[in-house]
């Protein structure tokens, strides 16, 4: 890494006149060698290092600590960020001001108790100046602990305020996708969010958890990051991945939700943050680096243990505060505070960005995730824990759903054809039920619906048969299915079909002849249905498009009307 006699010869003679004060070393007054050699033997010496280092004040000794864990090399900005700067000093000055003396910051301190030195290199991604500690003092350095998060936090006892949010989103996520099978959007394909789209996509009761705009945003970002549904030019519909989706067990589908939260490379929270502007071409943030660097905090926290939020957020900045920067580079970024325009820069604007977008994240997307419960103490000072299914989510794992109902049948019907289903681990149960039956409301861990001649007629123009509905019926009750209810439903099958009305489009010509040379191409005459006249007739609205094709290729350019 970087050798101790090295690093003292690219130092002046007042620099080492200055350590050799400190670690109380004579110096030869002949040739710098000599005393580059004298120094470093000095420093060297058994309980040199050791005495040194119980000279430190706690910041310094916490900076020497985390410099230690970085394996005795740290990108200079990033300490900066944690510890303060060093100041630069010619010769001249070295001796005018002896910022050993009185050190401006616990990293300055270091520097001029020859612990840690100047150098340029690589770590990572980071290229610039580093601090290191020569390999000679990081092998004798005493064993440091860096502060963890754990040392940091407040413990908080809550009170009955309590907001869980669990895995409503999941379900709001199934919610949107019944909705699109049954109704697509016709929007144009977006890469923000449109009002038009928050709209559309607010259930009402439907939804599990708030409709909050940010919330909705996060739930079409969830529907768009897993390729959950398409455009096709005209609207946002169904794709094919949303019923492999489905298909996968419920723990399975939440933890697919905070993957694709967590990994999304679309959408930058700090964007959400009311109290700042950002110049979106100036702020070149990693978003999905960020919400890593700060779960992997989260992780390591005690589950169902309340934690103050402020001291979080506190924590964060003391152990890693450059989790949205990690190159520490405080002063280029143009943000303005949304309040007075004033340009926000340097550690002093940290609580106002990095500050803000932790709280943000924490109280936001992963309390929609279910993956952190919040509330308030007695003080109202807010507060939050990792729920039980959190802490497995943050460690990527699927979180274990208990089975209540071992044996038992997993949806009633009455004999109004109400049916009662659970809600744990059936949410695909419900999703095929939803095609046959009428949603009604959630509670206490249900959800009812109800079978009506509409809804089954519905389903049976969708392609259901009478057959396969009874089948799909008596399984989730465990072939528990009410006579009257089986017999309602054959009743309602029988009539089905009597009558038949399908989607067309109408083509009509300006006059007999152009519809006669129209017939005439045989391209043409196989994409038209009945003639409904001399200048008119039905086709199939499969084939609309190519018929458009078709007359365009012959100079024939029709009108369309919606």
Not at 30 to 36: G, I, M, S, T
Not at 103 to 124: H, K, N, Q, T
Not at 176 to 200: T, Y
Request: hydrophobic share 40%; glycine share 6%.
């Amino acid at each position: 890494m970087k050798d101790l006699f090295r690093s003292l010869d690219d130092y002046p003679e007042e620099f080492h006149r200055a350590l050799a004060e400190t670690w109380d070393i004579d110096l030869p007054a002949d040739e710098p060698l000599h005393r580059v050699l004298r120094l470093g033997e000095g420093m060297l010496a058994a309980g040199a290092v050791e005495r040194i280092v119980q000279t430190l004040s706690p910041e310094a000794l916490e900076a020497l600590a985390h410099l230690a864990a970085d394996g005795g090399a740290s990108a200079g900005r990033t300490l900066a960020m944690r510890y303060g700067e060093v100041r630069r000093f010619g010769p001249a000055a070295l001796r005018r001001e002896q910022p050993w003396q009185e050190p401006s910051s616990p990293l300055e301190e270091l520097y001029y108790r020859g612990l840690i030195y100047r150098a340029f290199g690589d770590l990572g991604d980071l290229v610039g100046e580093l601090f290191v500690i020569p390999d000679q003092l990081l092998a004798r350095l005493p064993a440091l602990e860096p502060p963890s998060f754990r040392n940091i936090l407040i413990a908080a006892l809550p009170t009955d305020e309590l907001l869980c949010q669990g895995d409503t989103l999941v379900e709001d996520v199934m919610a949107e996708i019944v909705h699109l099978r049954q109704q697509p959007i016709r929007l144009p394909a977006s890469s923000g969010f449109p009002a038009e789209l928050a709209a559309r996509l607010d259930l009402g009761a439907r939804l599990s958890g708030p409709s909050s705009s940010e919330r909705m945003h996060l739930l079409w970002r969830l529907l768009t990051g897993q390729d959950l549904v398409e455009h096709d030019g005209r609207q946002w519909h169904l794709s094919l991945r949303a019923r492999q989706w489905l298909g996968q067990p419920d723990a399975d589908q939440w933890l697919a939700c905070y993957i694709a939260w967590r990994d999304d490379r679309t959408w930058d929270e700090l964007y959400d943050l009311p109290g700042i502007i950002c110049d979106r071409s100036t702020c070149p943030n990693e978003p999905w680096g960020a919400r890593k660097r700060l779960c992997s905090h989260l992780e390591g926290l005690a589950e169902e243990q309340w934690y103050e939020l402020d001291s979080f957020v506190a924590a964060l900045r003391q152990v890693q505060p450059d989790y949205l920067r990690p190159d520490g580079d405080m002063d280029s970024w143009l943000v303005r505070d949304a309040a007075s325009g004033e340009f926000l820069r340097g550690m002093s604007s940290w609580e106002a960005i990095e500050g803000a977008l932790a709280r943000y994240l924490v109280t936001g997307p992963l309390h929609w995730l279910g993956i952190v419960d919040l509330g308030t103490d007695a003080e109202t000072h807010q507060i939050f824990r990792i729920s039980a299914p959190g802490s497995e989510l943050l460690s990527e794992l699927p979180p274990h759903i208990p089975d209540d109902r071992p044996g038992a049948p997993l949806a009633v019907i009455d004999a109004r054809l109400q049916v009662t289903i659970d809600l744990r681990n059936s949410r695909y149960q419900r999703y095929q039920l939803e095609r046959l039956a009428e949603w009604r409301r959630h509670g206490e861990g249900q959800a009812r619906y109800q079978l009506s001649e509409d809804s089954v007629w519905q389903a049976e123009n969708a392609g259901i048969t009478t057959d396969q509905m009874l089948t799909f019926l008596r399984r989730i009750t465990n072939d528990r299915l009410p006579e009257i209810a089986m017999r309602t439903l054959q009743a309602w099958g029988q009539r089905y079909g009597s009558a038949s009305l399908r989607h067309a489009v109408l083509l009509e010509t300006v006059d007999a002849a152009t519809m006669q040379r129209i017939r005439k191409v045989p391209a043409i005459a196989a994409l038209l249905g009945h003639a409904l006249g001399a200048t008119r007739c039905l086709v199939d609205e499969d084939n609309m498009e190519r018929l458009i094709a078709e007359l365009k290729r012959r100079n024939i350019w029709p009108r369309i009307s919606r």
